[in-house]
């Protein structure tokens, strides 16, 4: 595609984007987390800019490069992505950001000493916000785009979710095959909708990324024109 056809796709749409883990402190020194790479959400934040969306992308901590014309927003915690998202969510909101579902009831303010402890200490959790579902739900909410990490009955959770949080589309990932998808370079994926769905076959996830933003551009104007 030329460069001007490029530059038509999202034709200046805002997009904010979540990437990367949250981190979950438990104490100054240690935290709860998880192992995503961020690496499908920052292709995705750079497809939509070189298409012409203007992209926020909201990202936990993750050893990625901020794509070329995207705005970052660096964060740690759940609740630290949910504020900047409900900051600069406009035209479309994807949450791609692996967000920890629990974080600890209680912070230690100084290291947790082993000497202190009677055996082993137990870890009490809380629920974090639903950073996706906060937004979709909201009075007038974004065009709404969900990712699903899922290891078995793919379908069936995918389209849960897609109802759940009031999406418009879902990107349904198989994470049991442990050679794609989560924390890999190659990825695989199906989007649903309400009445519609669309697979990708394995591929690195930069090709992913722009088969991806063209099928969101395509649903995004449909719905607004
Ligand atoms: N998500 C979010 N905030 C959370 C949890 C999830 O924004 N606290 C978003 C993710 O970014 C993703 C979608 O919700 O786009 C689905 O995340 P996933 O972990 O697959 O689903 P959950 O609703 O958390 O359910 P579960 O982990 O139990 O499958
Ligand atoms: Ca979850």
Redesign the pocket.
Known sequence: QSHAQHQKLWNNARITI?AGPTREAIDPVRYISNHSSGKMGYALAAAAARTGAQVTLISGPVSLEPPAGVTLIAVET?EQMLAATEETAMDVFI?????S?YRPAEVASQKIKKEQQQGAPSLSLIK??????TIATSKQPPFCI?????TNNLRE?ALA?LDA?KLKLIVANDVSDKTIGFNSEQNAVTVYWQDGKKAFSAQNKTSLAEALNQLFAEHFFNENK
């Open positions: 979540t759940a949450g791609c950001a692996a967000v579902d974090n916000p639903d950073v996706l579902k969900g990712f699903a990490a899922e959770h979710k949080k």
